[in-house]
């Protein structure tokens, strides 16, 4: 069973332009928030993928980074035979491979014929 890592262990730290959250106070940053340029009082935070938040107020920006990061390092894992830890597959569709096939046709249909009686009626 995996550990559920708490968010007592995430500790912020400032810096020169913003604040940085670290695991137990050390090693990487897991994610900074820095103050918006635009809009005084308003900060973001920014993942180390790149990924960056919209607006929010300081107390709202630290607890979205903290909930972003928990939610990573919680993330379920299951142990595959001779490959080591992976992630859990994404859910299966209901539909078999066949229906989904026809499901995407005749979606597909439906867009061209919507286009067809749309272009149609522009023109009359």
Not at 17 to 30: R, S
Request: net charge positive.
């Amino acid at each position: 069973m995996a550990t559920v890592i708490s968010s007592c262990r995430l500790v912020w730290r400032k810096t020169a332009n913003g604040q940085v959250l670290h695991f137990d106070g050390k090693g990487h940053a897991l994610a900074t928030i820095e103050p918006d340029v635009k809009y005084a009082g308003m900060w973001r935070v920014h993942m180390p993928d790149g990924w960056v938040s919209d607006m929010a107020r300081l107390e709202w920006a630290k607890e979205g980074a903290i909930r972003s990061v928990l939610f990573v390092l919680n993330r379920q894992q299951t142990r595959a035979p001779g490959s080591g830890l992976r992630e859990t597959a994404p859910p299966q569709s209901p539909h078999t491979p066949v229906e989904e096939n026809a499901l995407k046709v005749r979606s597909r249909e439906q867009a061209n014929e919507y286009a067809r009686r749309t272009s149609r009626g522009a023109a009359l």
